[in-house]
């Protein structure tokens, strides 16, 4: 690029050379020409001065009804004239002016081509016409006749109202053609050397722009017209921490937008989404389009207010709240943004860090409700032992792995399937529950990739060890179009394992009932197992199982835990343990964690039972039935 711009102004500053030169032979040229004009213009004045005093002394009277009367007088005066003339006065005559403006002969003593008394004569009226009219000896070039080289108007007897003839005296030379004889060829190849050059600067600056087009290209977002990674890959090279703020934003439920009107209609939102965020923001700042349906801004910043980019983030935010998302075949639109702020970036080592303490500062707002701005103003710093890109990291470098816990088999207390429970291992090798990192990432890709990191474990456990294995879904994970194909094509890819495969749904949030059966059924489809798990502490879970393929209960740990102290848990457990019972349905006690739970459970007739005095959660499977 640096090479390119050298070699521009190259190609400049040599057309500018050629261009000074070339202009410089011109200026040489016509300086010698008006030198040499003014020579021949000073002694024609002479010339044309002595005749008209001739003309004046030897005709008293009016000039035309004097010399149309007397033919003699003119013949002589014409005599007189055309002794002036020379090689180089070649043409000397006097005109005059009729009622209708045109220009006639007086005398003519020219050397050839003379005109008869009175005949017309085409002329430059505007030159002549200021000589009759102001009384003023005129000289000018005549340019556009070969033949001749200037022209010299000299009036004759003036009066108030202007003279009534102007005598002419036209002369050439050769000495102006000889000039440019000499002169012309340099001219024209300056002239030549000028116009090739600023074709090539012409040609190179096509270039340039035609490659400026194509890099602009690479770097740039086709959907959204902002820039994309690889513009933002050049621009962290040079970043300075002073001088930006950050933003990210992401689009509110984008892929509800997604799944309810189709990827043409999020295409359309996404557009217009940058639109409004491109006139929201100034020329200097940079919007990149950073993900799906994330944005990431670099702020420049406003010395006099360390807060600017909430404000601008909190106009965007404004401005798409408030904007009719008009899409065809799909009305309006609600749609609304989040975003976080990192203010202060010089307070991270690196620009990536500060972008990702916006992210964090993101999802914040995200689980705080949507359609809102977090600041770094409000949080700074972000305390958190796990944040959102060291679940990214730990996937990448594997530190996603399953626990798994048994159920046994309370007849024969014996383990006869197991529950993976998903773990984060830290670098300094803690291991850390899911409570700990699965609520910041939910609803996001990290949570896609996690959710389908954790199924092909458990497929290559069961691979194995031969041995069931039950793995946590919600009723979101199936509620979301994208999260529950990401689900069914990771089952799919392992089909001939299904049989051994038991997914427990958690019903954290309600949902369309109809959508819930038919996606729970195709899992069912694929051969996979389907329980119910924390049943007891649900919004309405004996409304779900008279529209869900349920085939097993897991009685809730709030219900097992104080089971042996408890006439009335004794007795929801018991009923419990009759409603599976009628519906066919297998129950497993959950949070058996002492003896005395153990027997309870033993008493009530329940099958199976999981809990820490059954066996807690470890990395491997020991045995299975």
Request: aromatic residues 10%; negative net charge; glycine residues 6%.
């Amino acid at each position: 690029m640096k090479h390119r711009y050298l070699y521009i102004l190259i190609s400049v500053s040599i057309v500018l050379a050629i261009g000074y030169l070339y202009h410089s032979v011109v200026e040489v040229k016509n300086e010698i020409t008006d030198k040499i004009g003014k020579v021949y213009s000073e002694n024609a004045g002479e010339f044309a001065a002595n005749a008209a005093r001739m003309i004046e002394e030897e005709v008293p009277g009016p000039l035309y009804a004097t010399l149309r009367a007397d033919p003699v007088l003119r013949n002589r005066l014409e005599r007189a004239l055309s002794l002036l003339a020379n090689p180089t006065y070649r043409y000397i005559y006097l005109l005059r002016r009729d009622r209708y403006g045109d220009f006639r002969y007086l005398l003519d003593g020219s050397m050839e081509d003379r005109g008869d008394f009175d005949a017309r004569l085409n002329v430059d009226k505007k030159r002549w016409e200021r000589a009759f009219n102001e009384c003023r000896t005129t000289l000018f070039t005549q340019r556009k006749l070969e033949t001749l080289f200037a022209t010299l108007l000299r009036p004759v007897k003036c009066g108030p109202d202007g003279a009534e003839g102007v005598l002419a005296i036209d002369f050439s030379t050769r000495v102006p053609s000889t000039i440019q004889d000499v002169i012309g060829p340099v001219e024209r190849t300056f002239l030549y050397v000028f116009i090739a050059i600023a074709l090539l600067l012409l040609a190179v600056l096509w270039q340039s722009y035609l490659n400026y087009k194509v890099e602009r290209e690479k770097e740039t977002d086709p959907l959204t017209g902002l820039y994309n990674r690889a513009y933002l890959r050049k621009f962290l090279k040079k970043f300075d921490p002073h001088s930006y703020q950050v933003v990210m934003m992401d689009i509110d439920h984008f892929k509800m937008i997604n799944d309810n009107y189709g990827h043409k209609t999020g295409d359309a939102v996404l557009a217009e989404t940058a639109r409004i965020i491109r006139r929201s923001i100034r020329e200097n700042d940079i919007a990149i389009r950073y993900g799906g349906e994330e944005f990431l801004l670099f702020i420049e910043r406003e010395k006099e207010n360390d807060d600017f980019a909430t404000e601008v983030a909190e106009r965007i935010r404004h401005n798409i709240a408030e904007h009719r998302f008009i899409v065809e075949e799909s009305g309006v639109i609600d749609v609304s943004i989040s975003g976080g702020v990192t203010l202060d970036t010089t307070h991270f080592k690196t620009p990536v860090d500060a972008i990702r303490h916006a992210d964090e500062l993101l999802y914040r707002a995200k689980h705080e409700g949507r359609n809102r701005i977090v600041s770094s103003s409000d949080h700074l710093p972000v305390h958190q032992d796990v944040t959102i890109n060291d679940v990214k990291q730990a996937l990448m470098e594997g530190r996603i792995v399953c626990h798994y816990q048994p159920v046994v088999d309370l007849r024969t207390n014996e383990p006869v399937k197991y529950e993976a429970l998903v773990r984060l291992e830290k670098d300094d090798g803690e291991v850390l529950a899911p409570n700990a990192f699965l609520e910041m990432i939910m609803y996001t890709s990290v949570y896609n990739e996690l959710t389908r990191h954790v199924i092909m474990t458990v497929f290559e456990a069961i691979e194995r060890h031969s041995c069931p294995i039950s793995f946590n879904l919600n009723f979101s994970d199936l509620l979301d179009n994208v999260t529950f194909e990401m689900i069914v094509r990771a089952i799919e890819s392992r089909k001939e394992l299904t049989r051994w495969l038991t997914v427990e749904l958690l019903e954290n949030e309600k949902g369309n009932e109809t959508v819930m059966k038919e996606r729970v059924e195709r899992l069912k489809s694929l051969g996979v197992t389907i329980a119910l798990d924390d049943f007891g502490s649900g919004y309405a879970n004996f409304d779900i199982l008279q529209f869900m393929p349920i085939d097993i209960l897991k009685i809730d740990g709030s219900l097992i835990k104080n089971l042996a102290g408890s006439q009335k848990l004794h007795a929801v457990v018991k009923t419990v343990k009759i409603l599976g019972d009628g519906l066919g349905m297998e129950c497993i006690a959950e949070f058996v964690h002492d003896e005395a739970t153990y027997n309870a459970v033993r008493e009530l007739g329940i099958t199976y039972g999981q809990g820490y005095f059954l066996g807690k959660p470890a990395p491997e499977i020991e045995s299975c039935r």
